[in-house]
C-alpha cells in the first residue's frame, strides 16, 4: 500500500509540473491600478501598461474561450506618435526599456512540449505572428539558456486549432525559469489588424501533432554554430542577388539589420551571448536559421 501511494504521489507531482502554467486557460483577468484601468490575464504582462495612455488596448479578454469563459486575445494596433504597436503577452514582466523579459516564473520541469489551442491572421503578407518559450538556470553569476522555442506562425488559422511547439534542450539541467512570449506581429513589420488568439495551454511529456517550423532552413550556411560572437553566413542561390539579413531574438526583436550578395560568404558579429535567429530575404525566398552565440 505504501509502495501504490508513493507511486501515486511522484504521478501527482510530475502532472502538476507539467501542467504549471500561471493562469493557462486565461479565465482570471485582474484590474490595473493605472489612469485609466484596464484589465489583464493575472500572471502575465503586456504593453497596455503604455498604450493604454492612447486609448489603445493590444492585449484583451476574449469570449467565450476555445474551453471556458475566456480566452487570450492579442490585436496588433495603430498607436498615436508611435507607430503599429504589436499585442504581446509574457508569462512574468516586461522592461519596457529594452521590451525584453525581466522576469519570469518559477519552474522546474523537462515537459516535451507545449500545446494549446490558437487562431491567428496577419493583416499583410510581410507580417507574422510569433510564439517563444525559454527556459533558464541561474548559475551563480548569470542566468544559462536551458531550453527554448521560438516559432513564427505561418499563414493563418480562423478558426480554433490544436497546435504542440516541440521544445529544444540545450543542457541536461532542469530550469529553474519559465518565460512564455506571445506577439501578434514581427516588430520590424507590424500591421495593423494582425491577431494571435490563445487559450488552454499547457506543457506535454508526449510530443504529438507536431507543428513544423515555417520557412526552410537548408538554405542558410553559418558557421561555426555555435559562435563566440563572429560568424559567416553564405546563401546559396541559382542566381546572384540580394538578401536582406535580419537577425532576431527569441522574441523577436531585431538585433542587426543587413544586406550581403548571394553565393558570397560575409562576416557577422554578434556581441551579446543568446540564442538568436537569422532571417533571410531575396526576391525568390525567405528562410530563417538559429544560431547560438557563447561566452
Not at 486609448?55 to 475566456?70: A, L
Not at 516586461?94 to 523537462?110: K, V
Not at 499563414?155 to 529544444?168: D, M, N, R
Amino acid at each position: 500500500m505504501k509502495k501504490i501511494c508513493t507511486l501515486f504521489f511522484a504521478a501527482f507531482l510530475s502532472a502538476a509540473c507539467f501542467a504549471q502554467i500561471p493562469n493557462a486557460g486565461f479565465e482570471t483577468w485582474d484590474t490595473s491600478s493605472s489612469t485609466p484601468s484596464y484589465i489583464y490575464p493575472a500572471g502575465w504582462d503586456s504593453a497596455d501598461s503604455l498604450t493604454n495612455l492612447a486609448g489603445v488596448y493590444t492585449c484583451e479578454q476574449g469570449s467565450p474561450g476555445f474551453s471556458g469563459n475566456h480566452y487570450l486575445k492579442l490585436t496588433s494596433r495603430n498607436v498615436i506618435g508611435f507607430g503599429v504597436a504589436a499585442g504581446i503577452a509574457l508569462s512574468g514582466k516586461i522592461d519596457f526599456t529594452t521590451y525584453l523579459p525581466a522576469s519570469g516564473y518559477a519552474f522546474t520541469g523537462r515537459p516535451v512540449s507545449l500545446t494549446g489551442e490558437w487562431q491567428y491572421a496577419p493583416a499583410a503578407s510581410t507580417d507574422t505572428g510569433s510564439v517563444s518559450l525559454l527556459f533558464t538556470k541561474w548559475n551563480g553569476t548569470s542566468r544559462d539558456s536551458v531550453g527554448f522555442i521560438y516559432y513564427k506562425l505561418p499563414g493563418s488559422v480562423t478558426s480554433w486549432a490544436a497546435f504542440s511547439l516541440p521544445i529544444t534542450y540545450l543542457k541536461s539541467e532542469n530550469p529553474d525559469t519559465a518565460e512564455i512570449y506571445f506577439s501578434s506581429s514581427t516588430a520590424t513589420t507590424a500591421a495593423a489588424g494582425s491577431y494571435l488568439y490563445i487559450d488552454t495551454l499547457a506543457f506535454s511529456s508526449t510530443s504529438t501533432a507536431i507543428v513544423p517550423m515555417s520557412g526552410n532552413t537548408s538554405q542558410i550556411s553559418i558557421y561555426p554554430n555555435p559562435s563566440q560572437g563572429a560568424f559567416t553566413l553564405n546563401i546559396p542561390s541559382s542566381s546572384n542577388e540580394q538578401a536582406l539579413i535580419v537577425v532576431t531574438n527569441l522574441i523577436g526583436q531585431k538585433i542587426l539589420e543587413t544586406t550581403i550578395e548571394t553565393n558570397t560568404s560575409a562576416t557577422l558579429r554578434i556581441d551579446a551571448a543568446g540564442i538568436y535567429f537569422i532571417n533571410a530575404i531575396t526576391n525568390t525566398g525567405h528562410w530563417s536559421k538559429k544560431i547560438v552565440v557563447s561566452r
